[in-house]
């Protein structure tokens, strides 16, 4: 099978611009989670999408957004970049249930200038 | 106090030496309990997943959790320069969700 896959690696962006990511998960995975990882903070969750549904948010601004298709694969957007957005974005897909082991990307690089 | 605090590291053992990564956490109720491990420029990959208190192993690897103190631990026999690598301890608070609660990981340096 093959693993979950995030689209772009990496991507350079100055402050007041958006960003749109990309993650498809596992194949027959329907729950995508998304993380943000930085120095400071560590591994942070922002959302997590299961059937197209928000099923649970992280403490973030309105400024981070998500969504998720019919096929599972979702998108995360970060609107008015600020130098502080700069991390390493992660997603996450599992089966159904919770409790699931979830399986991480790659993850894709952003930086703010 | 975050929810789930660990040793910050960074750790320089030998080759061959007995690895001990610690966690705690602070809610009693999370009762899932994972150890990832992330190279550089890569995303983490789940190495042990325990549920409740007790031990569990997997080759060199053994996670134990200890629910009467909030302590979570992996330890690493026979450590190999392959597993340089930053640990993360994670838990799931339980009910119909992924969110993934982490430590902030601690890197570990095995020396050939």
């Known amino acids: 099978k093959a693993g979950v896959t995030q689209t772009p690696r990496y991507l350079i962006k100055t402050r007041g611009q958006q960003v749109t990511l990309s993650c498809s998960p596992i194949s027959g995975h329907r729950s995508v989670s998304w993380y943000q990882q930085t120095p400071g903070q560590g591994l942070q969750f922002l959302f997590e999408?299961?059937?197209?549904?928000?099923?649970n948010k992280g403490n973030f601004p309105g400024r981070f957004s998500g969504r998720q298709f019919s096929n599972s694969r979702s998108e995360m957007n970060v609107s008015t970049l600020e130098l502080g957005d700069s991390a390493l974005y992660l997603c996450a897909s599992s089966s159904d249930r919770g409790q699931d082991t979830q399986y991480f990307g790659p993850g894709t690089r952003l930086t703010v200038l | 106090q975050k929810e789930v605090e660990q040793d910050p590291g960074p750790l320089s053992v030998p080759e061959g030496a007995i690895v001990s990564l610690n966690c705690t956490y602070s809610?009693?109720?999370?009762?899932?309990f994972m150890w990832y491990r992330q190279y550089s420029r890569k995303g983490p990959e789940l190495l042990m997943y325990t549920y409740s208190s007790g031990n569990k192993e997997d080759g060199r690897f053994t996670a134990q959790v200890d629910k009467s103190s909030k302590y979570i631990s992996l330890f690493i026999r026979d450590s190999q320069p392959s597993d340089s690598a930053t640990y993360l301890c994670a838990t799931l608070p339980g009910g119909a969700t992924n969110k993934l609660i982490f430590g902030t990981g601690t890197l570990l340096a095995v020396q050939p």
């Open positions: 809610n009693s109720a999370f009762q899932y």
């Open positions: 999408y299961f059937s197209e549904t928000q099923r």
